[in-house]
């Protein structure tokens, strides 16, 4: 197939095929990854710029190595350090940038649709790194890569995710790619953290973990999201813990081949234990490995868009 | 126009022979010998090369595939064009590399398969080996090993097809 997309904004837009293409692509540039000489020739010439309104280490860091692997030049942008703190609006910023012609951007912004803004008013690529609550739509595609990677396939799986899912950009984006295949899709939290009428996504809401994750080939767990006023859903962080934290006796209830997987960062303790972080069926460090073979597709794909 | 056949099944699997014969011959023996075969009809062709060989010269002869997208210079001129995974599954330093490809034309992608095999190391030396040599060369780069050479004319296609992708064994001109 051939790609025809300029930015990607959200997984709610692309196809399946899309999706299965963007898994392939990766699938080649993970031997890049795995050489002594970690580059190849492919986007010479081309710049990369992260602009990131949030925190961030692994998508960051992720999109910057994936683009030097690739031989483009890369340039980040961090609110603190920018004319943000001068008060700079997103779009002058953005079109002082486009000035410098970019190829590619990649925004992390707490406002959701601060990307889709963006890819109207610049030419050039935008890549959403993360909107808010609403979409991060290359953690999805690194965790389906992950899950076929480690399962042989996306459909038939029992697939749980657990946490603060109002809140989380990574479930609703994960949620979305999921559907296109043929998997079960549970949510589990405390009822404040489910978002109402999710089940019209085709998921199941179960809100007992232990019931949840029964029979699960993957289970997927979320942090609080304290900066969106996660905590102030809950009556503790101690009781959380007790009810959504993932022990190591909790996932005998699951599949004997499951995978845990967790988007980083980790709050060790309250939704995750040590034992089942650094555990055998833990693909977390994987899952980050993924992310630069999955990004480098994404601005490969990007770049060499059929116009 | 009618199809031109070049080479039919008996005259493939000559020539391929022959190829394989002159291979041992220039490197007088196979020890530091490595094939790899360029995505997508190179890799069927090195497979035949290396079975013959291994007839003739009772060894196993190791056998990589290298998909040179990442090194293309027309890269984005063919819109994304679909990549495939390399796999060498060998050292490629010091090695005697074989690179084995269907039709050679223009150079280009003898260039970026060099620098794909260079990426991953240093070999001793690298030979190369195609089916057809069509000319028409626009890099100076030219062949160790050719089945035949076919000056083809521009408005010429010279297509190589293979019974492990395209059901059958024969090379044809078709006007393009």
Redesign the interface.
Known sequence: MNWTKKDLLGITELSKEEILFVLDTADSFKEVSQRDIKKVPTLRGKTVITLFYEPSTRTRTSFEIAAKRLSADTINISASTSSYVKGETLRDTAKNLEAMNPDVTIIRHSMPGAPHMLARIVDSSIINGGDGAHEHPTQALLDLFTMREKKGTLDGLKIVIVGDIIHSRVARSNIFALRHFDSEIVCCGPPTMIPPHIEELGVTVEYNLKKAIRNADVIMMLRIQKERGGVTYIPSIKEYSTFFGLSRDLVTNAKKNVIIMHPGPMNRGVEIMDDVADGPYSVILEQVENGVAVRMAVLYLLLGREA | MKNKVLLDKKAVERTINRIAHEIIEKNKGVEELRLIGIRTRGVHLAQRIKQTIEGIEHISLPLGVL?I???RDD??K??????????IPFDVNNITAILVDDVMQTGRTTRAAI??IM???RPKRIQLAVLVDRGDRELPIHPDYAGIIHSANPEEDVMVRLSEVDGKDEVIVVAS
């Open positions: 998909d997208t990442m090194y890269v984005f063919l819109k994304s064009p679909e990549l495939k995974k390399t796999d620098d794909a990426d991953l190391g």
